[in-house]
């Protein structure tokens, strides 16, 4: 049984970005240390789960929203009551999400003495007239430092977050970002092409055409040039948006992307123990209200069925660039990964979309950029 991920909802901000669907919430800072109460009694709860009792967890991530809102002693207090009611790995990856806006060189030092071991800065471009269209709260210049400050505060495992295919963004202002974050020699890169998610202010913003998103045929470019740049800058592609120097690949994402399972506590935090998907309540009074009364925040659960099991191990199997384990798959079902998808596998090995390596089925150098229609073409 592989070691679980355990992720932790911090969903306070300094503002809500243009293009967030995640629960956040702005300039309440004020309910953190209520919030953080809140999670505690939840771990409690949780952890008298027999389930998660049989666990071992190897890695932690705090989520958000903006984490680095929280202090170091925060932080600490919530991890304190993890080790005191959860069994770790040895050897544990503690993720912090921070916004370059929100931490100094003095905190991320005290983060790191808390036990935090890998930062993820939300860095998202180094233009600075894409940072204000985004609604982000640093500058360049800042994310620059939050990175030399890192490093200083002994990071030796650093995440930068970026986005490319933003409305209006040339060729040469996503290079010039790419180009500048290598200089800064990062561990792992996540760079994700915007998505457009409904009701966001960014889809308002496109629905009254005050911003045109790009053509598809120019986030496919994007999107290409991206991975061949940073691949050749010494980041290796392990999954559809995340690149990493060898041995950085981020073991809690990995996580999601394996089947393994996972718990999620805060308000709208999703969990996994391998059958059944719950979540919490997106809504920080209810949450409140409920661990309150010493209840879960469970807000809903699906039990998943044999074929939307064999679904996601085939969906988040080609999201990583190994591609689907055929041996792992036949041995997990009691049937070949070929048999289970009524034939669309074999017609789309045909149509060069997807290739044989070793004992792995895997997206083509083409059907990367396709992988959302084709996981749609096997979907029960």
């Known amino acids: ?24 919430i702005a300039g ?30 190897a890695t932690i991530f705090f989520g958000g929203g903006t984490p680095s809102l929280l202090s170091p002693s925060q932080i600490a207090a919530i991890l304190d009551c993890c080790f005191a009611h959860f069994k770790f790995n040895e050897v544990l990856e503690v993720t912090l999400e921070a916004n370059p806006g929100t931490i100094d060189g003095k905190q991320m030092a005290n983060y790191r003495a ?42 030796e495992n650093l995440n930068l977050d970026f986005m490319f295919a933003l409305p209006s963004q040339t060729r040469r202002r996503w290079q010039r970002t790419l180009q500048r974050a290598v200089v800064l020699n990062p561990d792992h890169i996540s760079a994700y092409n915007l998505t457009i998610e409904h009701g966001t ?28 740049f940073l691949e050749d800058h010494g980041h290796r592609q392990y999954e559809i948006s995340n690149l990493a120097k060898p041995g950085y690949e981020a073991r809690h994402n990995i996580k999601y ?30 949450y409140l209200d409920r661990l309150a009364e010493n209840q879960l925040p469970e807000d809903g659960s699906e039990e998943l069925t044999r074929q939307q099991r064999m679904f996601e191990f085939a969906f988040l199997g080609l999201r990583q660039r190994r591609g689907v384990p055929l041996a792992e798959f036949a041995r997990k079902f009691k049937q070949p990964f070929e048999q289970a998808f009524n034939g669309e596998v074999v017609k789309m090995e045909a149509q060069g979309l997807l290739v044989r390596e070793a004992d792995y089925l895997k997206l083509s150098r083409e059907g990367l950029f396709l992988c959302d229609e084709i996981c749609a073409r096997l979907a029960p």
């Open 201 to 228: 202010p960014i889809y308002h913003a496109i629905q009254k055409g005050e911003l045109a998103p790009l053509a598809p045929e120019v986030e496919r470019e994007f999107y290409a040039f991206t991975i061949a």
């Open 257 to 286: 992307w394996d089947g393994s399972a996972y718990l999620g506590l805060g308000a709208s935090a999703h969990s996994f123990d391998g059958r059944r998907r719950f979540w919490n309540v997106a809504n920080l009074r209810k």
């Open 114 to 155: 808390v036990g935090i071991n890998r930062l993820s800065l939300g860095v998202q471009s180094f233009e600075a007239n894409e940072l204000k269209l985004l609604d982000r709260v640093h500058s360049p210049q800042q994310a620059r430092l939050a990175v030399q400050h890192a490093r200083y505060a002994g990071f």
């Open 28 to 57: 309440s800072r004020n309910r953190i240390p209520d919030y953080i109460a809140a999670l505690q009694r939840e771990i409690a709860l949780r952890a008298a789960e027999k389930f998660w009792q049989r666990q071992k967890f």
């Open 1 to 24: 049984m592989a070691d679980a991920g355990l992720y932790i909802h911090i969903p306070f901000c300094e503002k809500r970005c243009l293009y967030c669907d995640f629960y956040t």
